[in-house]
């Protein structure tokens, strides 16, 4: 320092305390140099077996998910044990060999097995690549017997999910999948790793975070050859929670097995809570093969059926509602002073709209009907002129006080909202004016009126319990693995209509006289029992038609009926949607009897064994004319393109 | 105006050696990164944007002249103080601890520029006071309420590690403007019941968990205790020559899952071996002894008192980061200056060089 500077000025004791500082600098570093010599002189020789030969390895260790039960505690979804077999990279003395042995003694494919080790092989060498899921118990004896020969092979024990049931509820319940690059990158699955399995659909998908549960782990030494020596320490996984849903299982089955080999749709919902007691979607598919191996062929099939086994129809089918939306039609034509319960209009068949004819499915005329005819027998001509006059902004604002034209928020991933059309929308949407005839077609609920089967369900449980809306639910509790019970639901209330009750009561005992009385359209759903009241639809799916018989499947009309019971006391309300089955009072109303039929079998309020000489596809024989009135179409409209002749 | 004596007596030798351990930094997080699954840009090419820009930034420093500090380092210090006590308000917690404030449209974490203003303030707090007979208990009551308040925001974060490195950089600088024998034996007497109190009334339940956890890794052997034991296994296992550059299997066998950034010198051990570290540690020692022989150049106290107080401060990141990934200290987030990836470290620490470069090439001018 040759420099004159402040150390100087301040004396030598600052000088020597800087010597002090860089001498103590300086052996602090040395202790480092001295660790780092007895690590890697010393000790070197151990911890580099540690490394080489006896490594230390951190073994997931998978949680259970959580079950999924029905309201009654009968298990949905629960799970079972699967085994699968892996490799782990750097333990494989010779890759070829090992592959070729394993496609040979397991009759696994082979090119699969060099996919898979392709997929795997960039990340670290000790991290384990699943060559097959699922191996069968002879598969895993050899192994087991063989392990010596096949250094790398691993063996790994992962909990899968069992549906005790198969197909049923298949699109309420979900199905898992492998988790997708996209999906890692979200902060949601930041605890998951790659061929972790996540809910795809349904409740698995919507109730992710409840059911997935913790993974555990355990770090190990392994020896050279891969096999277990000693465990360090070990974290437990925790199993995830288990749902206990709304539904019932019983009623579930007899829904779907109702429906045979039609598609369509089926929601039953508890009036006074809104909680869904059953949720159907037919065809189903069977969710096991989406966790594991899906053959092509299966997965062909399900994608070319007609009928389309992978839609949740419950949830995202929208569907013009036909004459169960003239509930909606006549309440606002209560609510509005345009008619009342002895008001009466005439038809003759059909009713002319400017240039258009609009059809009755009653091709001779109802003659004069007043509102209880009307809805009994489903004519559409009073129909048609309530809804003209009340116009289609009336028609929309009652059908979206019954909460159509938006998803209710039952709590799936996609729900549908329907479709309410208004002036405004059309001519937004399209550009060109709002048609009296399109006010005409709405009124019977076709044209650009759509609806879910949920939507249906909800309405038809609104108007039996007076004009409550409540939130549909599907999870009735959360529990934790031990029991213990962490978020209970309740039934929410969404909205109380600004209906007077007296119009919900003529109405609802148009429905009565629907099942109950002769010439009423849906006798099929009729119970002896117990008073059911509900409403046939038909809706059209094209315009133009042919005789019946020779339509092809996909153009023939759809059948709907909602109901609910008991009349003097409604519980339970049902809305049951039949693709393309034809007619609302043959297909889908004996569907809606035999669901009731199960519920209150199930409540005890019908005893199982009395059956009499009842058959639901008959039943109407002897009271309502069924060969006249419900085997027909009802609402079929058919306004005709050019002008009148 | 530049004076032309700036560029003559710049400090190429303390440049150059920064670069040299930058560039092994840089080569040694590329190593670090190749086993992981990547999205966007490669840590290694992020880190030399970082270490560039704050080159550049550091050369632009260097034409303020550093006596700027003086004036406003109590300035700055209240405005970061402010800062904290933000943090603690409205801060963004993320992996329990909340460090970052959030302005809007970018982020700031005030504690680590505060690691600087704290040596700027104590610099120019010393530097007016002629104490030829060592710093005494009442000289020390200021300064220990200047501390005080960050030191207390900063734990309260909770942050022990910056917390603790903030009081050992001080107690450096203390050490440098010169300690009585009976102030430091008092000082240590008051400390004992200070800890216990503060244990007792001060920390809540977790922190002290956290703190026992932090003493003694065993408590938590899935957690902190496991990284100890593959960053050892990876260090030992280099030996002497180390296994050559990529070629590491304990670290890219991702056993450490910090070790691009926290554990970057347990890659660069088992990769280059006992001669690779301490060729390292040779690079850091001079580094210090430059920081610390600048000081001791330095013509005005303040800037004296500067150069030790942030040579203190990269001292304490290497020997606390080194000596936790050796397995000496237990597992504290410290980051190993201009070597470690991280965008926070490398700005403070080229901030801290900046300085150094500062006081360095004004050594003449009076």
């Known amino acids: ?645 | 105006m530049i004076d032309r004596r700036l560029f003559t007596n710049f400090d190429w030798t303390l440049c150059w050696l920064v670069a040299l351990i930058a560039v092994i930094g840089v080569f040694n997080i590329y190593s670090a990164s190749a086993s992981y699954k990547m999205i966007g840009t490669p840590f290694f090419i992020k880190q030399i944007y970082w270490f560039t820009s704050g080159l550049f930034l550091s050369l632009i420093v260097c034409s303020i002249d550093y006596h700027i500090l003086e004036d406003i380092a109590y300035w700055i210090y209240g405005a970061l103080l402010v800062l904290l006590i933000l943090v603690l308000a409205v801060g963004k917690t993320s992996m329990g601890a909340t460090r970052w404030l959030h302005l809007g449209f970018f982020s700031v974490q005030p504690s680590e520029p505060m690691k600087i203003v704290i040596i700027a303030v104590f610099a120019r707090f010393f530097s007016n006071r002629s104490l030829p007979q060592g710093v005494g208990l009442r000289e020390l009551a200021y300064p220990f309420l200047l501390l005080g308040g960050p030191v207390l925001l900063i734990m309260k974060q909770p942050d022990l590690g910056t917390a603790i490195l903030v009081i050992l950089i001080v107690c450096s600088m203390v050490f440098y403007v010169g300690v009585r024998w009976t102030t430091l034996v008092s000082v240590f007497l008051a400390a004992i019941p200070a800890v216990y109190l503060g244990w007792h009334n001060f920390l809540r339940e977790y922190q002290k968990e956290r703190i026992l956890n932090f003493l003694n890794p065993d408590r938590d052997p899935l957690g902190s205790g496991y990284h100890i034991i593959q960053s050892k296994i990876a260090v030992g296992s280099g030996g002497i020559m180390g296994k050559g550059f990529l070629n590491g299997t304990q670290s890219h066998l991702r056993f450490l899952p910090e070790q691009h950034t926290d554990f970057a010198f347990s890659v660069f051990a088992e990769e280059w071996g006992f001669i690779g570290s301490l060729f390292v540690l040779l690079l850091y020692l001079l580094l210090i002894l430059w920081g610390l022989n600048i000081a001791g150049r330095c013509n005005d106290r303040f800037g004296s008192l500067l150069a030790v107080g942030v040579t203190a401060m990269l001292f304490w990141h290497i020997l606390i980061n080194m000596g936790m990934v050796i397995g000496l200290f237990p597992v504290v987030g410290v980051p190993l200056p201009f070597f470690s990836y991280g965008g926070t470290s490398m700005i403070t620490s080229m901030v801290g060089v900046s300085i150094l470069l500062n006081i360095s090439m004004r050594r003449f001018m009076f």
């Open chain 1, 1 to 645: 320092m040759k420099d004159q500077n402040y150390v100087k000025a301040e004396g030598e004791s600052a000088n020597r305390r800087l010597m002090g500082l860089s001498v103590a600098a300086a052996l602090l570093l040395f202790l480092l140099v001295t660790r780092l010599w007895y690590l890697q002189i010393i000790e070197s020789a151990d911890l580099m077996d540690l490394s080489e030969s006896n490594r230390l390895r951190f073994v997931p260790i998978a949680a259970s998910r959580g079950a999924i039960l029905d309201r009654n505690g009968k298990i949905l979804v629960g799970n079972t044990p699967s085994f699968s077999l892996a490799v782990i990279p750097q333990d494989v003395k010779d890759k070829d060999l090992l592959i070729a042995k394993l496609s040979n003694d397991l009759s696994l494919d082979r090119q699969e097995l060099l996919a898979k080790w392709e997929k795997g092989k960039g990340r670290a060498k000790y991290y384990p690549i699943m060559l097959a899921a699922g191996i069968s118990r002879d598969q895993l004896e050899f192994l087991e017997e063989n392990r010596l020969q096949l250094p790398g092979i691993d063996i790994e024990m992962k909990p899968v999910r069992e549906y005790p049931n198969g197909p049923m509820a298949a699109h309420l319940l979900g199905h898992l999948g492998e988790i997708s690059e996209n999906e890692l990158d979200r902060p949601e699955f930041k605890e998951y790793n790659p061929g972790d399995y996540t809910g795809k659909s349904g409740i698995e998908r919507n109730w992710e975070p409840e059911l997935h549960g913790n993974d555990g782990g355990r770090q190990i030494e392994v020896d050279a050859r891969g096999r277990f020596l000693r465990s360090i320490s070990e974290t437990v996984p925790t199993v995830g929670n288990s749902l206990i849903l709304t539904i019932d299982a019983d009623l579930q089955r007899v829904a779907e097995e109702s429906f045979g080999d039609k598609a369509g749709a089926a929601v039953v919902m508890d009036v006074n809570s809104g909680e869904i007691l059953s949720f159907v979607s037919n065809p189903g598919f069977d969710p096991a093969l989406f966790a594991g191996k899906m053959p092509p062929s299966k997965w062909n099939e399900y994608l070319e059926d007609i009928r389309h086994p992978l839609e949740n129809k419950a949830l995202k089918g929208q569907y013009p509602p036909g004459s169960t939306f003239k509930i909606v039609t006549a309440l606002a034509g209560l609510e509005q002073g345009i008619i009342d319960a002895n008001t009466t209009f005439d038809c003759k068949g059909s009713y002319v709209v400017g240039n258009s004819r609009f059809k009755c499915w009653e091709k001779k005329g109802h003659g004069t009907v007043n509102l209880k005819r009307a809805l009994r027998e489903s004519c559409d001509v009073y129909f048609y002129q309530v809804g003209e006059k009340l116009g289609i902004n009336r028609i929309a604002a009652c059908a979206r006080e019954f909460g159509l034209g938006k998803p209710l928020g039952i709590g799936l991933e996609n729900e549908k909202g329907g479709m309410i059309p208004t002036l405004e929308w059309k001519e937004k949407k399209y550009g060109n004016k709002w048609y009296r005839g399109d006010t005409v077609s709405a009124s019977i609920g076709q044209g650009y009126v759509l609806a879910t089967p949920i939507q249906l369900a909800s309405m038809i449980s609104s108007l039996a319990n007076g004009g409550t809306i409540y939130r549909p639910y599907l999870v009735k509790r959360v529990m934790a693995p031990d029991g213990k019970v962490l978020k209970e639901f309740l039934p929410q209330i969404k909205k109380k209509m600004a209906f007077r009750n007296d119009n919900f009561r003529l109405v609802k005992e148009g429905l009565l006289a629907v099942v109950n009385e002769p010439h009423g359209t849906g006798g099929a759903a009729r119970l002896y029992e117990v008073k059911v009241a509900g409403k046939t639809g038909t809706s059209q799916v094209v315009k133009i038609r042919s005789k019946r018989g020779d339509i092809p499947y996909k153009y023939r009309d759809h059948a709907l009926f909602v109901a609910f019971a008991p009349y003097d006391r409604p519980e339970v309300a049902v809305a049951v949607v039949v693709e393309h089955g034809e007619h609302g009072g043959s297909a889908a109303a004996p569907i809606v009897g035999r669901i009731l039929r199960q519920y209150f079998e199930g409540k005890g309020v019908i005893k199982k064994p009395v059956r009499r000489d009842y058959t639901p596809e008959e039943g109407e024989g002897n009271q309502a004319p069924a060969t006249e009135e419900s085997d027909k179409p009802q609402g079929v409209v058919i306004p005709d393109a050019g002008p009148r002749p």
